[in-house]
């Protein structure tokens, strides 16, 4: 699980927003934030550019979650 949603709720960008941001289709920030896509490394360090984070945070599995 990643935490994309939560961070780009935080931050309060739509979905479209965000995609415009980091230059995709908002369906694939839907996709990211549901599992079912693995962005690039490219596309993951301008979504944590974008949201204000670092990658372990925005990606790294919790602990609870191991």
């Not at 549901?34 to 550019?49: E, G, Q, R, T």
């Amino acid at each position: 699980m990643n935490h994309v949603r939560e961070y780009r709720r935080a931050k309060k960008l739509s979905q479209m927003a965000l995609a415009e941001k980091v230059g995709v289709a908002r369906q694939t920030i839907n996709l990211i934030e549901n599992d079912k896509y693995n962005p690039s490394l490219d596309l993951c360090l301008k979504l944590a550019w974008v949201l204000d984070t670092d990658l372990n945070t925005l990606f790294w599995r919790d602990k609870e979650e191991s």
